[in-house]
């Protein structure tokens, strides 16, 4: 299974950006995906994610500004950031709660993580 990120770069405040990830390989099924992101010197920490049947949740940092979706049949999760914030520059990772098959648990899988640098 493989996570590829792409969409990322830099941005001036104020600005926007769409991130993507696609998920490859033997998948039986997917349940959550979602983001994290990860700027210098700190944790790893939630940015949104989205379940199967399309229920979100968003860190209050992002709310209002930041809008995930995903795309079954595509495998797909997308993050739709609007009105970047200095704040907001960080590695994005890409993450997807999956099953190989009818049979085994479902597993976290990450992306390599994408530059999300936002700067005048």
């Known amino acids: 299974v493989q996570l590829v990120e792409s969409g990322g770069g830099l941005v001036q405040p104020g600005g926007s950006l769409r991130l993507s990830c696609a998920a490859s390989?033997?998948?039986?099924?997917?349940?959550?995906m979602g983001w994290y992101h990860q700027a210098p010197g700190k944790e790893r920490e939630l940015v949104a994610d989205i379940s199967s049947g399309g229920t979100t949740n968003y860190a209050e940092s992002v709310k209002g500004r930041f809008t995930i979706s995903r795309d079954n049949a595509k495998k797909t999760v997308f993050l739709q950031m609007n009105s970047l914030k200095p704040e907001d520059t960080a590695v994005y990772y890409c993450?997807?709660?999956?099953?190989?098959?009818?049979?085994?648990?479902?597993?976290?899988?990450w992306g390599q993580g994408t530059q999300v640098t936002v700067s005048s």
């Open positions: 993450y997807a709660l999956i099953r190989t098959s009818p049979i085994t648990p479902s597993h976290n899988y």
């Open positions: 390989g033997s998948i039986f099924s997917i349940n959550v």
